[in-house]
Every structure is written in structure tokens, then in C-alpha cells.
């Protein structure tokens, strides 16, 4: 056996290291943990820093191992591990894959938007690669059956494509502008489909909340209702200025004569904007709400509010939970 040594004094290796009550806080957190390298980093260097941090947490280290090494362990696991299960994330589902997985196809709905067979395997694509990353990005403690999982994927799939479609249809006659952002509508419909259709067994079970130092309180669905919202409004926002403000640039762009003797360039040139877009608006969107999400005991259901206060009095104003990503 390595010969073990203590962890520096005062570090807790949870503690995160920006103010995560604040926007600029978590946009620093998400920066550090959505980084698209961490992707490219082998499986072994994972489990090393899957081993370092757990060690930490029980108060042993490897000798020499500095301050800098723990918080860069930290990042790797926070990067590629789920927060409840602690289990090892597919890559295609991870924040960190956003950003190379999603400006690709994004650029490719934003690109191929004219012929409705392009529009329906783009869409098809991106709902796959949705669905990918919102079951890997659940709450772990609400278990989906493969058929939950199958029907949450047929249903968003479907709710993209008929609203991509049908406006594909309406906005034939109408300005050209209208045309480039059916992709958006389509990915904000679905989104208001998927996330909840693929977390249904929170909305129907509720889930796991605590008070302010983990100790757990009972399950809430109105909780999950809040948390499966807020991740709504996260991925919309993730997708709405690359969607919305690259057709603007594209439609300019294009009525020059240079790009119009590029026209094999465009999809790239748009893969390559939306990766700029997203490389910031993946961790601010992830950052518009905390994490570890907060509900007053007041909006509690009440059966479950009548039971904390009978358990703990008035000493629980919030609960607390993960609100997933």
C-alpha cells in the first residue's frame, strides 16, 4: 500500500470554489467544469481523479499531492461523473460534450433548413442527442424504465418534427429570416416535451429534498416541478442566441458575392459560430440557476410540509435538492 498523506488544512474538496449564490459564481463553476478538453482526457485520468477525490473526502491524499492537483481532480470529476450516482457518465451526455456535439448539429439544422427530408433527420439527430443528454443528466434517484425512456423520445421527436415541419410549410411564402429560425422553434417545443417526459417519474414520484445540511426530509413532486422547469428554460436559453442571431448574420453574409461563390463553406462557417456561441452560452445557461436548488416550506405539498414541521418545528424554512442539468 502507497503510503497516504492528510489533506490540507482548512480544504474540503466539495466546497466549491466560487459563490454558487451568485450568477458570475456559478458562470465561473460551469466554465471550469463544461470545458470541452475534458472530453479528450483518457479514462484512466478519470478514475485517478475519481480515486483522489473520494480519498480526499475520507481525509487521506497521496503524499505531495498539492492543492492544485486536488481542485484539477475535482474538475475532472465534476466534469464526468454524476452528482448523485457518482457513476461514470457516458461523453455523449456530458456538459462538457456540448459544445462540440451540439455546434455540430446545430449547424447543421441552421444549414440544412430548406427540403423537408433535411429538416426531419436533423431534427431527428438533435432529439436523439437530447435525449442522450437529458437521461444522463437526471435526477439518479427517480429511476425511468426503458419504456418511459422510449416514449419521452418518440413524443419529443415527434413534437419537433411537426412543428418543424409545419412551419417549414407556413414560412414557404414568407421572408426568407422566418425560414432560418424554424430550427429554434422546433428545438424550444421539443425541449418543453423532452426534459419532462424523460424525468416523468420525478414529476410523478417527486423527488429527494433535504434541509440545509443534507439530512433528508421526504419527497416532493412539486419540487421536481421546479427543477425540471428551470432545466426548460436553461436549454432553451442554451440554444436561443446561436439560432436566433446566426440566421441574422447568415442572411447578411449571404448577399455578398464572395460567399455566394463559397456556398460549400457555409455549413462549416455555421458549425464553426455556433461552436463560438455555445462554448459561452453552455455554462451560462447551466449557471441562470443554482444547482443545488432551493423551495420554500411554505410551497411545499402539504402533507410533506405538515411532516417537517411536526419533525423539526420551525428550524426548516427551505429544502433543498439537485435540480439536475
Known amino acids: 500500500h502507497a503510503k497516504m498523506a492528510t489533506i490540507p488544512l482548512g480544504f474540503n474538496i466539495d466546497s ?7 450568477f ?15 472530453v479528450l482526457v483518457p479514462e484512466e485520468e478519470l478514475d485517478w481523479a475519481k480515486a483522489l477525490v473520494e480519498g480526499c473526502r475520507a481525509g487521506v491524499v497521496p503524499p505531495g499531492s498539492s492543492r492544485e492537483q486536488l481542485l484539477y481532480a475535482k474538475k475532472l470529476y465534476d466534469s464526468a461523473f454524476h452528482p448523485d450516482s457518482g457513476e461514470k457518465m457516458n ?9 462540440p456535439g451540439g455546434m455540430a448539429i446545430t449547424g447543421c439544422m441552421l444549414q440544412f433548413y430548406r427540403t423537408v427530408p433535411a ?9 436523439s ?19 418511459q425512456i422510449g416514449v419521452a423520445y418518440v413524443t419529443a421527436t415527434g413534437a419537433a418534427l411537426a412543428t418543424a415541419v409545419g412551419l417549414n410549410l407556413y414560412t414557404k411564402r414568407a421572408p426568407p429570416l422566418l425560414a432560418r429560425w424554424v430550427p429554434f422553434a422546433a428545438v424550444a417545443a421539443a425541449n418543453c416535451v423532452n426534459i419532462p417526459m424523460m424525468r416523468q417519474q420525478e ?28 432545466v426548460v428554460l436553461s436549454r432553451i436559453t442554451m440554444a436561443a442566441p446561436g439560432m436566433i442571431i446566426l440566421p ?54 402539504p402533507e410533506l410540509r405538515d411532516s417537517i414541521v411536526a419533525k423539526h ?8 435538492f439537485n435540480k439536475g442539468l
Not at 426531419?120 to 432529439?127: I, T
Open 313 to 320: 418545528g420551525d428550524k426548516v424554512p427551505y429544502v433543498y
Open 24 to 38: 458570475v459564481g456559478r458562470l465561473k463553476h460551469f466554465l471550469n467544469i463544461t470545458d470541452p478538453r475534458t
Open 91 to 99: 461523453f455523449v451526455g456530458r456538459m462538457s460534450f456540448q459544445v
Open 203 to 230: 414529476i410523478i414520484n417527486g423527488i429527494t429534498v433535504t434541509d440545509e445540511n443534507n439530512n433528508e426530509l421526504g419527497r416532493s413532486r412539486r419540487a421536481a416541478v421546479k427543477g425540471i422547469a428551470q
Open 119 to 127: 429538416v426531419v433527420f436533423w431534427q431527428w439527430v438533435n432529439q
Open 16 to 22: 466549491p470554489r466560487w459563490d454558487q449564490s451568485t
Open 129 to 147: 442527442f437530447n435525449a442522450f443528454v437529458n437521461y444522463t443528466n437526471r435526477n439518479a434517484a427517480s429511476p425511468i424504465s426503458l419504456r
Open 248 to 301: 441574422i448574420i447568415m442572411e447578411r453574409l449571404e448577399k455578398f458575392t464572395f460567399m455566394q461563390r463559397i456556398r460549400v463553406l457555409h455549413g462549416p462557417l455555421q458549425v464553426l459560430l455556433c461552436g463560438g456561441f455555445l462554448l459561452f452560452m453552455v455554462p451560462a445557461a447551466c449557471a441562470l440557476f443554482p444547482q443545488r436548488c432551493s423551495l420554500v416550506l411554505a410551497d411545499l405539498e
